[in-house]
Nanobody
Framework: QVQPVESGGDRVQAGSSLTLSCTFS????????RGWFRQAPGKEREGISC????????YYQESVEGRFTISRDNAKNTIYLQMNSLKPEDTAMYYC???????????????????WGPGTQVNVSS
């Protein structure tokens, strides 16, 4: 059973930066891409960024492109999300997941595998 654990969320002001971390257990690091998702109050969970574990190829949703950077540490089976220039609309619970694809092409968010982690809350005030 793939089990991710997220951390790093906080309450910050607009314009601030945060780095989220996600460590996976129960998965071979060589197999799957990894993705970050978020769910704002009253909205559906959405995939915002993805990284292929082998090639490092990445995907960013338009709303975060240029502000967020996804990275990985294969040895630690961990991914990160560096979030800069945070906006109030970035307020959400952030989750990570393993993706049963080798890269981040197509609708990668539909290929999540394993349980959702507890998530980490990011609150951005104006």
């Amino acid at each position: 059973q793939v089990q991710p654990v997220e951390s790093g969320g906080d309450r910050v002001q607009a314009g601030s930066s945060l780095t989220l971390s996600c460590t996976f257990s129960g998965i071979d690091a060589a197999d799957f891409a990894r993705g970050w998702f978020r769910q704002a109050p009253g909205k559906e969970r959405e995939g915002i960024s993805c990284i292929a574990f082998h090639s490092g190829n990445t995907y960013y949703q338009e709303s975060v492109e240029g502000r967020f950077t996804i990275s990985r540490d294969n040895a630690k089976n961990t991914i990160y999300l560096q979030m800069n220039s945070l906006k109030p609309e970035d307020t959400a619970m952030y989750y990570c997941a393993a993706i049963t694809r080798l890269d981040c092409s197509g609708s990668w968010w539909n290929y999540r595998v394993g349980a959702w982690g507890p998530g980490t809350q990011v609150n951005v005030s104006s």
